[in-house]
C-alpha cells in the first residue's frame, strides 16, 4: 500500500495537463522523429517524461511564406552561453532535437539558422525552454509569437534594391 502512495505521490498534475493539452497523436504518423511537429517537444521529452528519450534542445524550423510547410535539410547551429557549438539538421518533417548526451548547453543559447551562403540568426537566445514550440507556435495561441521560419531578412534604405 505505501508502494502505491509513493507512486501516486510522484504525478505532476501541472506537467499531466500539459501533456493531455497536445491531444491525440496525427493519424498516419508513427511516433518517432516525424511525429509532432511543431509541437513543444519538452512536454514529453523533459526530465518528467513520458517520452523515453529526454531531449536537451528541439524545435521546428517551417518554409517561409509557406504556412506549415517544413523546411527540411537546413542547419541549426546552437550556441551555448560557454560558447559551446552543436549543429543539428531538421528532418522531412522541419524538426530537430538534441538529447543531453550529445549535446547538454549552459543557458542561455543563440541559433543561427544556415543553408549554403544563408545565415539568419534568431534575434533572442533561448534563456531556459528546451523546445522552441514553448514560445513559438501559431500565432493566436495563448503566449506565442509565432512559428519559426527561414527567410533572409529584408535590408531597408538607400542601395538596399537591386
Known amino acids: 500500500m505505501a508502494l502505491l502512495l509513493v507512486a501516486l505521490g510522484c504525478s505532476d498534475p ?20 516525424l511525429h509532432r511537429p ?12 513520458p517520452a523515453h528519450r529526454a531531449f536537451s534542445l528541439s524545435g ?15 542547419s541549426v547551429r546552437a550556441i551555448d ?6 549543429t543539428l539538421k531538421t528532418n522531412e518533417a522541419g524538426s530537430f532535437f538534441a538529447t ?13 539558422l544556415e ?26 495561441a495563448p503566449a506565442k509569437v509565432g512559428q519559426v521560419y527561414f527567410e533572409m531578412p529584408t535590408i531597408e534604405g538607400p542601395g538596399a534594391g537591386p
Not at 16 to 33: Q, T
Not at 38 to 49: D, R, S
Not at 81 to 86: A, C, D, E, N, T
Not at 116 to 129: G, K, L, P, T
Open 14 to 33: 501541472v506537467h499531466d495537463r500539459a501533456v493531455e493539452s497536445l491531444g491525440p497523436e496525427a493519424p498516419n504518423v508513427p511516433i518517432g522523429p
Open 38 to 49: 511543431g509541437q513543444p517537444c519538452g512536454e514529453c521529452h523533459g526530465e518528467l517524461g
Open 60 to 74: 521546428t524550423v517551417y518554409r517561409a511564406n509557406s504556412g506549415d510547410e517544413p523546411e527540411h535539410g537546413l
Open 81 to 86: 552561453s560557454r560558447g559551446l557549438q552543436h
Open 100 to 112: 543531453s548526451d550529445e549535446y547538454a548547453p549552459v543557458f542561455p543559447v543563440w541559433i543561427k
Open 115 to 140: 543553408r549554403d551562403e544563408q545565415v539568419v540568426e534568431m534575434r533572442s537566445a533561448i534563456s531556459r525552454e528546451i523546445s522552441c514550440a514553448t514560445c513559438h507556435g501559431r500565432v493566436g
